[in-house]
């Protein structure tokens, strides 16, 4: 068994509300803060023990189904 | 300016329903995936260049704002 630690973040071009509220929330409370943007943390666990099948296995599930391509980018690690 | 990059999870003992519908659906397309657990992912920069500093403010925040302790974890790194 290996585990997918993914990361999603928005692409630059994209605005980010979510991240914007958190940015003016935090400089309201006087924090030293400049931006902050907001994505997604997946851990998957997967059934396969061969590193290169699981990190092609992790691209098509990151592809179809845990990001969405148009405006989002995503990148994981393989731990085993 | 230093930027952190801050992952929150849920605590393992709190049911996590996306997760679990990620999971199904990928087992229905026939993934050999074990489990899925979904948290957020979060990059803030900071005008801030002390390393010590930022790590407490970073704890402050996490707390205060980007996570709910009650039912998440959080984890961060400052690079700089």
Not at 48 to 72: F, G, R, T, W
């Amino acid at each position: 068994m290996l585990k997918a630690r993914v990361k999603v973040t928005l692409k630059k071009s994209i605005l980010d509300p979510q991240g914007s509220a958190a940015e003016k929330a935090l400089k309201s409370m006087q924090y030293p803060v400049e931006s902050v943007r907001i994505g997604k943390f997946m851990e998957v666990v997967l059934n396969e023990d061969d590193k290169d099948k699981a990190e092609k296995i992790m691209h098509e599930i990151c592809q179809k189904l845990l990001s969405n391509p148009v405006i989002e980018d995503y990148s994981f690690e393989l731990e085993g």
